[in-house]
């Protein structure tokens, strides 16, 4: 491996040109399959995500098309059981968890410490290797029964179902073991290659995102992986542990689950957060605001995170005096969430705002995550919880964070790196269209979804009374116009690859440091050695309107001295 | 750059992303740490299990922990403890690239895995041979001990207990068979408390009733039950089978099996480095990966004093 890689650090040393780059240093599906390159692995993992990403999107379309009138429509009770179990588990343990790490991550990471890979390239690849494992575990679900007990897998239903939750929840718990290798590999790679000149605080702040999601990703995922590997034992075994017909105990479950899955929505939307500092600053042309703040604020919602767990058991026959202290606690989860959001909108202040693409995400993002956030205060207060325990609310609440939040800055860094990942610009008026789309179906989908369930529709039925329909049906068609949005944007992505104008090192105008290689870089990513400044100093940089991309006013200013390394 | 290229060429154990062994020695170690980090956790779900039925039902694990045999417990701790010195001394053979007496150690300590092993297989089969197993498939027939409580009052237990052997259950196989036997053991204290009724249970009419609560999730009855258990279940020697017995030796099973698997992935990284030790790996004094394994072992034993202190040595 080490011979290879040195052959090709020659290579990049003469060869600046575009066609020499870590997409073409290797031929061949093994080449990619057996690769430890952190870029071809992220790659990889977009590839595996977004599939996901597409499976999860035609449950939750078939799920949607269910409810559009009471009764059947177009599945039976059952199917519909299975449909929205299988929508929540693809998509949150197969997409949404590694998605912004594991693929946007895997690839940024090290290019952002001026790195030549993550500390841990062979973990990194058992990583993708587990994800497969556990991604066909899940899948192999469908075929011998699929699983209707919801994502959340809750006992006792979970330890007398019919269905194949073995094999799901088996899938699960080794996807888990992805999961906690990436956060290892991340929190090793950041604690110990960060380049000359990085300190702490002079890291970018999606690196402190990823940083803190690893500490999630380590510290709360093993809990999940006991707890799945007791509920198989339930299953397979009777071991008695959960289930009440033996003596067990159904809300131990509860709160194991939830010690791990409350953290877990952070280890969704920390990176998510992470991007849209980055976003931020880069399409406001304008230095970071608050950056101590936001990057404390990361931290503080990693350690919050792991207090707040109650909250989804308010209703579970909890102590008064526990509601309330988890109660509590979830408000002061908002503080931080604040904090950030205040200081994205001061960095926007007087800044010269560009409307491109990401930048459209990262305005969405803003306008959504604050309904979402803010309704999650409707659900922290206990008396309000009561009510809206189960509804529709919730479903709509989760979405507007996890979608409107996550997936929506996901979807921001995708536009932001993708020239860097394949060396194309995609066309910037149909990723506009694309975005208009996706936020007006999105709004539509699940903002019925708050009137509903706040009249009380429950979620998770099949059935309902006609006075839902036409809420349920705009919601409907709301999520056929995020269809569409998603299509559209399928589209101009896979035809950029092919036909999409070549992209230079820096389109964006942004100072972190992977920028400064070629896009898509070379197999060993810098054919210098870097030393870091602020990321964030745009002024460093000016427009070169020949390249169409940004390049440094003082292009010394980054590079080390010759033989100065440590 | 230069330097990368450089030392790359001279140390063949450097990977080509980092800048000196140093470095890549650093970033093992702290990945091992967070690893072992996450290993506790793992079985910190295990010993939350425990402390929440420990502290809802001491009496079970009183009860329990007498069927546990503490001298081949203690002869396992100190077949581990031993391991954990020879490991140690392996990784010191590895720094002073003493290789012949590294791979010695190396086999004294994976010898001791066995060891440990053998023992565990030993306890296991004691207790399969007495029914003495995890909550479904609990059925214990031990000659002195347990059947004080099935000889007691009434047949409505006699009953049961011939059910939970025997009848087909609608359930998960014998899960709910398990249930009859649970729920017939505990008549005298549990039930009441469930049913809130002050009436004597285990008359045949309001057996399948109590077959009914026993149903109840634990949590509903809190630690307000064992007040009520207190007169039955205080024995300093082993006395009537408390309510929920069942739940100790599945935890047993539980901890003391996964620990086991545990055990076995140490063995296979031993037999790893033994054979990285004879195809000479460690010759440049690259010990990098015996050191990883030595912590992984250290953290393995630590893990089974504790159970031993938690399963075995109660009071």
Same mark, same amino acid.
Request: aromatic letters at 14%.
């Given at each position: 491996?080490?011979? #290879? ?6 290579a990049?040393?003469?060869?600046h040109?575009?066609?020499e ?11 990619w399959l057996f690769t430890?390159?952190? =870029? ?11 599939t ?6 035609v ?31 693809v ?5 949404i968890i590694?998605? !912004? ?15 030549k #890979? ?7 690849l058992?990583?993708?290797w587990?994800?497969? /494992?556990? $991604?066909v575990?899940?899948?192999v679900s469908i075929i ?20 194949a ?5 088996? *899938?699960?718990? /080794?996807?888990?073991?992805?999961? @906690? ?16 000149g ?13 940083y ?9 995922t ?6 799945l ?8 075994? &009777? ?9 067990? +105990? ?11 899955s409350?953290p ?10 992470? /991007? ?6 880069v ?10 703040f ?7 919602? $990693?350690i ?14 909890q102590s008064?005096?526990?509601?309330? @202290? ?15 959001v ?6 926007m202040?007087?800044?010269s705002i ?10 969405s ?5 604050a309904?979402g956030?803010?309704?999650?205060l409707?659900?922290?207060?206990l ?5 809206l ?16 939040g ?15 990942m394949?060396?194309?610009m ?18 539509l989908?699940?903002f ?12 998770r039925y099949?059935?309902?009374? %006609?006075?839902?329909?036409r809420?349920?049906q705009a ?27 070549? $992209?230079?090192?820096?389109p964006?105008g ?12 070379p ?7 870097? /030393?870091?400044?602020d ?5 460093s ?5 020949? !390249? ?9 200013? !980054?590079?080390?001295a ?5 | ?5 450089? +030392?790359?060429h ?14 890549q020695?650093q970033?093992?170690?702290? &990945?091992?740490?967070i ?5 506790i ?12 039925y ?7 694990f009183i ?31 590895a720094?002073l690239?003493?290789?012949k ?11 001791c ?5 053998g023992?565990?297989y030993?306890?296991?089969?004691? =207790? ?22 099935h000889?007691?009052? +009434?047949?409505a ?7 939970a %052997? ?29 049913? *809130? ?6 008359t ?11 149903? !109840?999730?634990?949590a ?7 007040a ?6 205080d ?12 739940i ?17 992935g ?10 990285c030790?004879?195809?000479g790996d460690?010759?440049?004094g690259?010990?990098?990966?015996? #050191? ?24």
């Amino acid at each position: 491996m080490a011979v #290879d890689t040195l052959t090709v650090n020659g290579a990049v040393g003469v060869d600046h040109d575009h066609r020499e780059s870590y997409l073409t240093t290797g031929h061949g599906i093994l080449s990619w399959l057996f690769t430890l390159d952190h =870029k071809r692995i992220g790659v990889m993992y977009l590839v595996a995500i977004l599939t996901s990403f597409f499976l999860g999107g035609v449950f939750a379309l078939l799920v949607r098309t269910e409810l559009l009138t009471p009764g059947q429509t177009i599945m039976t009770a059952d199917a519909y059981n299975k449909m929205f179990t299988l929508h929540g588990a693809v998509m949150i343990f197969l997409f949404i968890i590694p998605g !912004i790490p594991a693929a946007l991550g895997n690839f940024v990471l090290p290019l952002m410490l001026g790195a030549k #890979d993550v500390a841990l390239p062979r973990l990194n690849l058992t990583s993708f290797w587990f994800w497969m /494992i556990g $991604a066909v575990f899940s899948l192999v679900s469908i075929i011998v029964g699929a699983v209707d007990t919801g994502w959340t897998f809750y006992t006792p239903y979970s330890t007398t179902t019919s269905t194949a939750v073995i094999s799901m929840t088996l *899938g699960v718990f /080794i996807l888990g073991f992805s999961s @906690i290798f990436t956060g290892l590999n991340f929190i090793v790679t950041i604690h110990k290659m960060r380049p000359e000149g990085m300190t702490w605080f002079k890291m970018p702040l999606f690196l402190w995102g990823l940083y803190s999601t690893a500490i999630i990703q380590v510290l709360a995922t093993p809990v999940l992986g006991i707890t799945l590997l007791l509920l198989i034992a339930e299953r397979a075994l &009777g071991v008695g542990i959960f289930d009440p017909t033996l003596g067990g +105990d159904p809300v131990l479950y509860q709160h194991f689950f939830w010690f791990y899955s409350h953290p877990a929505v952070y280890i969704m939307i920390l990176p998510a957060m992470g /991007i849209m500092s980055e976003l931020m600053s880069v399409f406001s042309h304008k230095h970071i605001f608050g950056y101590r703040f936001i990057a404390w604020s990361s931290i503080a919602i $990693a350690i919050f995170s792991f207090l707040v767990w109650g909250h989804h058991m308010f209703t579970s026959g909890q102590s008064g005096l526990t509601n309330m @202290i988890f109660s509590a606690l979830t408000f002061s989860v908002a503080i931080p969430s604040a904090v950030k959001v205040f200081n994205w909108l001061a960095t926007m202040y007087k800044g010269s705002i560009e409307l491109a693409a990401p930048m459209l995400y990262a305005l969405s993002f803003l306008f959504l995550f604050a309904i979402g956030g803010l309704t999650g205060l409707f659900l922290g207060a206990l008396s309000t919880d009561v009510h809206l325990h189960d509804t529709y609310f919730v479903v709509a609440h989760f979405h507007y964070v996890m979608f409107g939040g996550t997936v929506i800055a996901f979807l921001g860094g995708l536009h932001y790196w993708w020239p860097k990942m394949f060396g194309r610009m995609y066309s910037e008026r149909w990723a506009q269209l694309a975005a208009l789309l996706v936020f007006v179906g999105f709004n539509l989908t699940f903002f019925t979804q708050f009137v509903m369930g706040s009249h009380g529709m429950p979620r998770r039925y099949y059935n309902y009374l %006609e006075e839902f329909t036409r809420f349920h049906q705009a919601s409907t068609v709301g999520s056929y116009v995020l269809g569409l949005g998603f299509f559209i944007m399928a589209g101009y992505l896979i035809h950029s690859l092919f036909r999409g104008e070549r $992209a230079s090192a820096n389109p964006w105008g942004a100072a972190t440091l992977e920028w400064e290689t070629s896009s898509p870089p070379p197999a060993n990513n810098f054919d210098r050695e870097l /030393i870091a400044g602020d990321p964030y100093d745009l002024e460093s940089l000016r427009y070169e309107p020949a !390249i169409k991309g940004w390049v440094r006013k003082d292009p010394t200013s !980054i590079v080390a001295a010759e033989g100065g390394a440590t | 750059m230069a330097g990368h290229s450089h +030392d790359a060429h001279h140390d063949p154990d450097l990977a080509h992303h980092f800048e000196s062994a140093d470095q890549q020695f650093q970033s093992a170690k702290l &990945g091992m740490w967070i690893f072992l980090a996450t290993e506790i956790l793992f079985f910190g779900g295990l010993f939350v299990a425990y402390s929440v039925y420990r502290s809802n039902h001491p009496e079970i694990f009183i009860y329990g922990h007498h069927f546990l045999d503490k001298g081949l417990g203690a002869l396992n701790t100190v077949v581990l403890i031993f391991s954990s010195f020879t490991i140690a001394w392996a990784v010191r053979a590895a720094q002073l690239r003493q290789i012949k007496l590294l791979k010695l150690l190396l086999v004294a300590t994976i010898a001791c895995a066995f060891v440990f092993l053998g023992v565990k297989y030993v306890e296991y089969s004691t =207790k399969w041979k007495h029914g003495l197993l995890w909550a479904s498939k609990y059925d214990p027939h031990v000659e002195d001990h347990g059947e004080a409580p099935h000889g007691g009052e +009434d047949e409505a237990h006699g009953a049961a207990e011939m059910s939970a %052997e025997t009848a087909p259950s609608e359930g998960n196989g014998g899960a709910a068979a398990a249930t009859t036997a649970a729920g017939s053991a505990g008549t005298e204290a549990g039930a009441e408390i469930d049913s *809130g009724t002050q009436e004597t249970p285990g008359t045949p009419e309001t057996s399948p009733a109590g077959e009914e609560r026993s149903n !109840i999730p634990v949590a509903a009855e809190g630690p307000g039950g064992l007040a009520a258990d207190d007169g039955t279940a205080d024995h300093d020697e082993v006395g009537d089978e408390p309510r929920k017995a069942q739940i100790f030796f599945s935890i047993y099973f539980l901890m003391t099996g996964l620990h086991g698997i545990h055990v076995i992935g140490g063995i296979v990284a031993m037999l790893w480095l033994l054979r990285c030790a004879f195809r000479g790996d460690f010759d440049g004094g690259h010990f990098t990966r015996v #050191d990883m394994v030595a912590l992984y072992w250290h953290v393995v034993d630590l893990i089974w004093i504790y159970l031993f202190l938690l399963l075995y040595l109660i009071h």
